[in-house]
T-cell receptor, first 114, second 116 residues
Framework: KAGVTQTPRYLIKTRGQQVTLSCSPI?????VSWYQQTPGQGLQFLFE???????NKGNFPGRFSGRQFSNSRSEMNVSTLELGDSALYLC?????????????FGPGTRLTVL | AQKVTQAQTEISVVEKEDVTLDCVYE???????LFWYKQPPSGELVFLIR??????QNEISGRYSWNFQKSTSSFNFTITASQVVDSAVYFC?????????????FGTGTRLKVLA
């Protein structure tokens, strides 16, 4: 079974631009969560999608948004990029949402904002 | 409020030594879940274990063992006879279900270096 895939793996953008990251969950998994990992803040939960609906959201500004498609693939968008948005963005999939579910993580997209 | 503390930023051990990674958590809920994940240099977090708040039984899986103590709000992870392949960043995480919403809170991670 293929694991969670994320594209692109690396991205360089400049301040003010916007970016879209993509995540394909493990086949059969319907829940996708996004995390931001930075050296200073560690791993922080962004949001979770299930059945094309956002079920959960972390404490991030509205510049961070996402969506999920009917095939469970998910995209995350960051508008008006700031230097502080430079991070590793990780996607995780699970069979269903829930506080006790095992999440399977992708390799991440490393975003650099110049 | 939820909080996970991994006080050890970095640990270095020599191969075959035992090492314990500490995790202390804070939560007001009686129902919650604790996790350990491993992040090797490739960046992908790998699930190691999940424990719910009602199961305080310690667990052993090969060279890995976990000690869950609610009395001290700790969920420590021990690697016995460490190997170079164990070198990674290890994260402890907490999740609680409050009124149907939940969030995963990760600790800041402990970087383990196992030297040959």
């Amino acid at each position: 079974k293929a694991g969670v895939t994320q594209t692109p793996r690396y991205l360089i953008k400049t301040r003010g631009q916007q970016v879209t990251l993509s995540c394909s969950p493990i086949s059969g998994h319907r829940s996708v969560s996004w995390y931001q990992q930075t050296p200073g803040q560690g791993l922080q939960f962004l949001f979770e999608y299930f059945s094309e609906t956002q079920r959960n959201k972390g404490n991030f500004p509205g510049r961070f948004s996402g969506r999920q498609f009917s095939n469970s693939r998910s995209e995350m968008n960051v508008s008006t990029l700031e230097l502080g948005d430079s991070a590793l963005y990780l996607c995780a999939s699970s069979l269903a949402p829930g506080s006790g579910v095992e999440q399977f993580f992708g390799p991440g997209t490393r975003l650099t904002v110049l | 409020a939820q909080k996970v503390t991994q006080a050890q930023t970095e640990i270095s051990v020599v191969e075959k030594e035992d090492v314990t990674l500490d995790c202390v958590y804070e939560t007001r809920d009686t129902t919650y879940y604790l996790f350990w994940y491993k992040q090797p240099p490739s960046g992908e977090l790998v699930f190691l274990i999940r424990r719910n708040s009602f199961d305080e039984q310690n667990e052993i899986s090969g060279r890995y063992s976990w000690n869950f103590q609610k009395s001290t709000s700790s969920f420590n992870f021990t690697i016995t006879a460490s190997q170079v392949v164990d070198s990674a960043v290890y994260f402890c995480a907490l999740s609680e279900d409050t009124s149907g919403t939940y969030k995963y809170i990760f600790g800041t991670g402990t970087r383990l270096k196992v030297l040959a």
